[in-house]
């Protein structure tokens, strides 16, 4: 199952339509709709953070991960500071790697702005 799927889990659970939960996550529709309708594009680390904030019920393993159960486990205290640190592992990984991301992006504009400028070079020099 992907995390889409599970986004959808989530608003099944909790009754909701897609504006509903959008609203309630404190989000754009469309930014949901994208995702979860539309399946354009996979949920970033700003909405998966503002979900499990939202809904502190949902285990944010299985979330992200897939594994375990959709709903947190209850052992009076003991596994919430185990998700806690997990849940501070995941959210320190997708930082990193929307930081990745971005450089990359950059780095993907840099070279395409080089290109052009090769190419029209490479055109001025054959004239």
Known sequence: MEIIERVQKIIDK???NVSSFAKRIGVVDQTVRGIV??????PG???IVRILQTFNWVNAEWLLLGVGDMVKASDGGKQDNVENYS???LVHYLREKDIKIEKLIEEKT????LYELLK???ARARD
């Open 14 to 16: 909790e009754g909701l």
């Open 37 to 42: 309708v539309q399946r354009r594009n996979k």
């Open 45 to 47: 680390f700003d909405l």
């Open 87 to 89: 849940m501070n592992e």
């Open 110 to 113: 840099e070279l395409k702005v």
């Open 120 to 122: 029209k070079e490479s």
